[in-house]
T-cell receptor, first 115, second 112 residues
């Protein structure tokens, strides 16, 4: 089945550690995105990528890093510089480059907790 | 800057009641798209509908209907004869140019 997978589903991290969240899609979508969701808030964009080896910062990129070495993969690293990383992280993808006009398809999310 | 407001934080209804989720948006562009997504307890957002700014026709899909009114900058979502499985958080989103913004979401609880 086509879709987006994220792993792990739950992740616990000690303060000062970097962690990487995985996102893979087999939809052959060009664009991929990372969002952060906090309780009672909408989604906020961290990073997005429209093509391989290229990505742009979203609204809250500080403390995060990404790579896009393959079309189907867009891992997110939460670094120790991120002051408040505990949140629910959602990965999405969409057909064609450009975020504006195409619906995004979402993965099941990773819940990150900093201990 | 574009903005999406979902004023209803939480709504609770009894099964079979109709319920409307409000969405008001702000944008300076004449070309934009509006979306609704459903987030069930599992966490994954499910795409429901996309509407472009040039198409104000209302849309109906089964028990779901959407009312797009540019005059009031609103894109409201109505569930008719609600069911327990409709319980979720619903997000409205606005996309223009190269930017997409989500509202804060409305948590809908449908009680049996």
């Amino acid at each position: 089945d086509g879709g987006i997978t994220q792993s792990p589903k739950y992740l616990f991290r000690k303060e000062g550690q970097n962690v990487t969240l995985s996102c893979e899609q087999n939809l052959n979508h060009d664009a991929m995105y990372w969002y952060r969701q906090d309780p009672g808030q909408g989604l906020r964009l961290i990073y997005y990528s429209q093509i391989v080896n290229d990505f742009q910062k979203g609204d809250i990129a500080e403390g995060y890093s990404v790579s896009r070495e393959k079309k189907e993969s867009f891992p997110l690293t939460v670094t120790s510089a991120q002051k408040n990383p505990t949140a629910f992280y959602l990965c999405a993808s969409s057909i064609l480059a450009g975020r504006a006009y195409n619906e995004q398809f979402f993965g099941p999310g990773t819940r990150l907790t900093v201990l | 800057a574009q903005k999406v407001t979902q004023a209803q934080t939480e709504i609770s209804v009894v099964e079979k009641e109709d319920v409307t989720l409000d969405c008001v948006y702000e944008t300076r562009d004449t070309t934009y798209y509006l979306f609704w997504y459903k987030q069930p307890p599992s966490g994954e957002l499910v795409f429901l509908i996309r509407r472009n700014s040039f198409d104000e026709q209302n849309e109906i899909s089964g028990r779901y209907s959407w009312n797009f009114q540019k005059s009031t900058s609103s894109f409201n979502f109505t569930i008719t004869a609600s069911q327990v499985v409709d319980s979720a958080v619903y997000f409205c989103a606005l996309s223009e140019a190269n930017d997409m913004r989500f509202g804060a979401g409305t948590r809908l609880t449908v009680k049996p």
